[in-house]
């Protein structure tokens, strides 16, 4: 690393989830499923799920007000706020631009970042670099979906994966030696046709025609998916280990994408990791998508299973194709 460059640590986290709790059980009241498939298949038994007038802004907003009174920065002090999501309040205004309505963020610029799984860790990146420059002191980073708001309730191979949630960062400036020591991004077009919703874009704009067709809703080739996200977790963790000198014996802790508890164990048995260093939430939550790694990130914190000094490894893998790491010295 260029030893001009500032340290950049995370200052706060917080996350906020949806009251709404539905099971495996409610589920399979809806679609051809049980809960003895959907635990054997994914490691999910619950996930959390908006209300029909939550959008995925009030959630991305109270996560951010928590990281900011934890980190002990005024929102007037921020410079930049990322939100990374796939689904957005609207296409436009971002929801970013929204959030910094909500918090009074005034002099803070705020945009929106979609790499869907792995936006968070985008997100990350973008604004360490922003701050490792000197560019920004404060940068608020949040993962915010409500993934139930496009998924297809009648479609058993995809509705009983995902839940709703956000978590946030705030970044700032710390102490040298310690905070992101790396970060490692990645990205495949060619996959892309495995994870999408067709419809709502300039591709394909909203018709009655498409909404008749269900294109508005998340597809998914999940076999495809799941090949390539046990291939990328391991590789990319080893990747941003070896961008700051680190091997895979020096980690602490591993907060991974949490999208199905067989690719997490499956990531951690090719980089010859014990579980115990992983941390797990997919039972509860589902796959968040952009919002997975944060919440975690948070929980795993707030419960003080990261501590001071903790070599921290996040990685992710999703639509895009994308995968991203970053190796943290907490
Ligand atoms: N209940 C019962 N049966 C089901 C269900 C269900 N909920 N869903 C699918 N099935 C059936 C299918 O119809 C299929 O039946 P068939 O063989 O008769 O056609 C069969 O189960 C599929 O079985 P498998 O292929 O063995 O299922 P697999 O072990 O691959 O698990 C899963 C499927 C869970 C989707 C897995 O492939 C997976 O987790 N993939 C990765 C998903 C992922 O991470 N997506 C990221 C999206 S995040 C984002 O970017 C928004």
């Known amino acids: 690393m260029n030893s001009s460059f500032r340290s950049v640590g995370i200052l706060g986290t917080g996350s906020c989830l949806p009251e709404k709790v539905v099971t495996n059980h409610d589920l399979a009241k809806i679609v051809d499923t049980s809960h003895e498939w959907i635990v054997s298949r994914t490691g999910i038994h619950t996930r959390r799920i908006t209300d029909d007038n939550t959008a995925t802004s009030d959630l991305a907003t109270n996560a951010a007000k928590i990281a900011l009174e934890r980190a002990n920065i005024k929102a007037e002090d921020l410079d930049l706020i990322i939100v ?39 997100g990350i990146s973008v604004a360490d670099q ?61 996959g892309g046709k495995f994870l999408t919703m067709p419809a709502g ?5 909203a018709s009655i025609q498409s909404v008749e067709q269900n294109l508005h809703y998340i597809k998914m080739d999940g076999s495809e998916v799941f090949k390539f996200a046990v291939r990328i977790m391991g590789n990319a963790a080893k990747k941003a280990l070896e961008l700051c000198n680190l091997r895979v014996d020096d980690i602490d802790y591993l907060v991974p994408h949490q999208a199905n508890t067989r690719i997490i164990s499956s990531a951690a048995k090719r980089l010859n990791l014990p579980m115990e260093k992983v941390y797990v939430n997919l039972d509860i939550y589902g796959n968040m998508s952009a919002a997975s790694i944060p919440v975690a990130l948070d929980e795993a914190v707030s419960k003080g299973e990261i501590k001071k000094g903790d070599n921290v490894v996040l990685v992710g893998f999703g639509g895009g194709l994308t995968w991203g790491s970053c190796v943290i010295k907490w």
């Open 84 to 122: 990374t999501t796939v689904t957005p309040d609207m296409n436009f205004p971002s929801t970013a631009c929204i959030v910094q309505s909500n918090i009074g963020a005034k002099k803070a610029a705020a945009f929106d970042l979609e790499a869907a799984c792995s936006g968070f860790l985008y």
């Open 130 to 190: 922003f701050i490792k420059t000197g560019a920004y002191d404060n940068v608020l980073v949040i993962g915010a979906e409500t993934l139930s708001k496009i998924t297809n309730w009648n479609d058993r191979n995809t509705c009983v994966l995902f839940g709703d949630g956000a978590g946030a960062v705030v970044l700032g400036p710390i102490e040298e030696g310690r905070g992101i020591l790396s970060t490692y991004l990645g990205a495949d077009g060619e």
């Open 201 to 205: 874009g300039s591709r394909m704009p």
